[in-house]
C-alpha cells in the first residue's frame, strides 16, 4: 500500500486514477472502478481496486455539489470538476454508496492493511466522510 496518509487521495493508486480521470471527458472510469468494487461480490477486494473505487467515490461527491478538503492531490479532479460541469446520475451516485459498502467489508484487502495500521481510526473517518457527502 503506498499510503502516506489516510485520507482518500493520500495513496499512489488513487493520484494515479485522478490524473487518468482529469484526462478524460466523461464518467467512463468512474463508472468502472466503482462496477470492479462491487463485482468483487464476496470475494476478496483487491486494496488498489478498492483505492481506486473510493477515490472514484470522492470524485462522483465532487461532481454531485459536496466537494471534499481540496490539497495539491485534489487539484488536477477539482479542475477537471469545474471545468466538465458532469452531474453524476442516480445510479453512479448509488454505485458509489454501494461501492463503499463493498470496501467496509470482509475479504477486504484495504481493510485489512487499514485495520493493522495505527491509523485505521482516521482512514475510518475519511471513508465516512465521502460517504456522508455522497
Not at 39 to 52: G, I, K
Request: glycine letters at 4%; proline letters at 2%; a negative charge.
Amino acid at each position: 500500500m503506498g499510503a502516506w496518509g489516510s485520507g482518500i487521495f493520500e495513496n499512489d493508486a488513487a493520484c494515479d486514477f485522478a490524473a487518468s480521470v482529469a484526462e478524460s471527458d466523461d464518467l467512463k472510469a468512474l463508472e468502472r472502478a466503482l462496477d470492479r468494487v462491487l463485482a468483487a461480490e464476496a470475494e476478496y477486494l483487491e486494496a488498489s481496486e478498492a483505492e481506486e473505487g473510493l477515490a472514484a467515490a470522492e470524485i462522483v461527491a465532487r461532481l454531485n455539489g459536496s466537494p471534499g478538503t481540496r490539497t495539491s492531490h485534489t487539484a488536477s479532479i477539482d479542475t477537471w470538476v469545474e471545468r466538465l460541469r458532469l452531474a453524476p446520475s442516480e445510479e453512479l451516485v448509488d454505485k458509489a454508496r454501494r461501492s463503499i459498502i463493498r470496501i467496509l467489508s470482509e475479504p477486504s484487502e484495504i481493510l485489512e492493511l487499514w485495520q493493522e495500521s495505527k491509523d485505521f481510526e482516521a482512514w475510518k473517518r475519511a471513508v465516512a466522510e465521502v460517504s456522508q457527502r455522497l
